[in-house]
């Protein structure tokens, strides 16, 4: 079974979780829609071959095989349209439950570390621009990483500039229930997070920023291997702009999260094929 294969398995079986469509068709009958599996499933693969709409329509039209895993065919494979409204359409909760899915894959290990990026929002026309008040040319996004499998767990993204620390906490909260331990660089220095996150049983690996001959000993009892392995977040950042681009080609803020969010899917998808 080639690796493309198992890819879309893997991905049909966890969009089924995520919209709860076992038992529907995929192809629209007695002019009903496409299955939102079936939808999920595509734009997976769509991420997955690096491709427009269009051309990943077009590739995929050459591929009984795969998009038999979905339940389609060449005859009934859904235009490009419909795919973009689809992803207008379906929650964000869809896309952040099938991003948790795709973490579990992995039997994520507890450790984790958070770290921030930029993505560019790929250019438009200065007329588009003007129109639009499009002015902000990239993207913060900030994801939280188990340290021994490279998984994303979650992920955060903004426009604005907010502090490290108030993102932090954001991702943290969401997760902390899972989390054993979270390690991030100094951008984080916060004690007050640090408290939050005690209480909620992680223990911090943040370095203090060294103002006093106290810092330094406190830095010293968080470096170790655990603190060491947050590097993690900037080779999974590495990955996924190698392999899927370093910039967003949607213009819509919010078709900008889930287009990220879609690219830490795939990008767990893959490394569960890979391993």
Aim: hydrophobic fraction near 35%; aromatic fraction near 8%; charge should be positive.
């Amino acid at each position: 079974m080639s690796k493309i294969s198992r890819f879309t398995s893997k991905a049909v079986r966890l969009a089924k979780n995520a919209v709860g469509g076992r038992g529907e068709v995929a192809a629209p009958e007695g002019g009903g829609g496409f299955a939102d599996y079936a939808v999920v499933s595509l734009h997976c693969l769509r991420v997955y071959l690096d491709k427009s709409y269009r051309d990943s329509l077009d590739l995929l039209s050459e591929m009984p095989h795969i998009l038999g895993e979905i339940g389609l065919s060449e005859a009934n494979l859904p235009d490009h349209s419909t795919l973009v409204k689809a992803f207008d359409r379906l929650k964000m909760e869809v896309w952040r439950v099938l991003l948790r899915l795709s973490a579990q894959l992995h039997d994520p290990s507890g450790h984790a570390a958070i770290d921030a990026t930029f993505f560019d929002r790929e250019n438009a026309s200065k007329h588009y621009c003007r129109r639009t008040n499009y002015r902000v040319q990239t993207l913060k996004a900030t994801a939280l990483v188990d340290t021994e499998t490279q998984a994303v767990l979650d992920v955060h993204c903004t426009t604005g500039k907010p502090h490290d620390t108030q993102l932090g906490w954001q991702v943290a909260r969401r997760n902390a229930g899972d989390l054993t331990s979270l390690a991030a660089d100094k951008g984080y220095d916060w004690m007050q997070l640090r408290e939050k996150l005690r209480e909620e049983g992680v223990r911090p690996l943040i370095k203090h920023r060294t103002f006093r001959p106290i810092d330094h000993a406190h830095n010293a009892r968080v470096d170790g291997p655990r603190y060491r392995q947050r590097s993690m977040c900037e080779t999974v950042f590495s990955a996924i702009k190698r392999t899927h681009g370093d910039a967003v080609r949607a213009r819509i803020w919010f078709r900008e999260f889930r287009e990220l969010v879609l690219k830490c899917v795939v990008h767990n998808i893959k490394r569960a094929v890979t391993q």
